[in-house]
């Protein structure tokens, strides 16, 4: 009886074991097969604006990412110049980003920032390598 149960019981401590010694990776980007779209926007936000402006793309941003085709939308601010806003978003396909600009949210962020910025450089590039520590 004992031996008919140690097989069982070993096969299960081993996946228990291999389950919390072997690192999760779920939320690593599988193997892509072309490269990845980039939206990358440099923002110049009009004096006395940056908070008011920074509220409203920190809440398009975290809308962003749950969209189907976002795989990344970050937000940064020059350290030498906290009125310079730059945003790095990556999607799967230009189609992703087309989706996201027709979402409400997105609308909504562009109604209300329009006057708040002074100054807009977008540029669309195309992935040739993503480096990334697992976080």
Not at 6 to 22: C, G, M, N, Q
Not at 36 to 41: F, P, R, S
Not at 89 to 108: G, I, M, P, Q, S
Request: net charge positive; hydrophobic share 50%; aromatic share 8%.
């Amino acid at each position: 009886m004992l031996k008919s149960l140690a097989f069982p019981t070993a096969a299960i401590a081993l996946a228990a074991t291999a389950w919390l010694v072997l690192p999760l990776r779920s939320h690593e980007a599988a193997a892509q097969s072309g490269p990845l779209y980039i939206n990358a926007v440099n923002l110049d936000i009009a004096p006395g604006q940056v908070d008011k402006f920074l509220a409203l793309l920190k809440e398009n941003g975290a809308a962003a990412v749950k969209e189907p085709g976002c795989r990344e939308f970050n937000i940064t601010v020059a350290q030498n110049d906290p009125n310079h806003v730059f945003i790095f978003e990556v999607y799967d396909n230009a189609a992703a980003l087309e989706a996201h600009r027709a979402t409400d949210h997105f609308k909504k962020y562009a109604a209300a920032t329009k006057d708040l910025v002074a100054k807009r450089d977008v540029r669309a590039l195309s992935s040739v390598a993503m480096n990334r520590k697992a976080m």
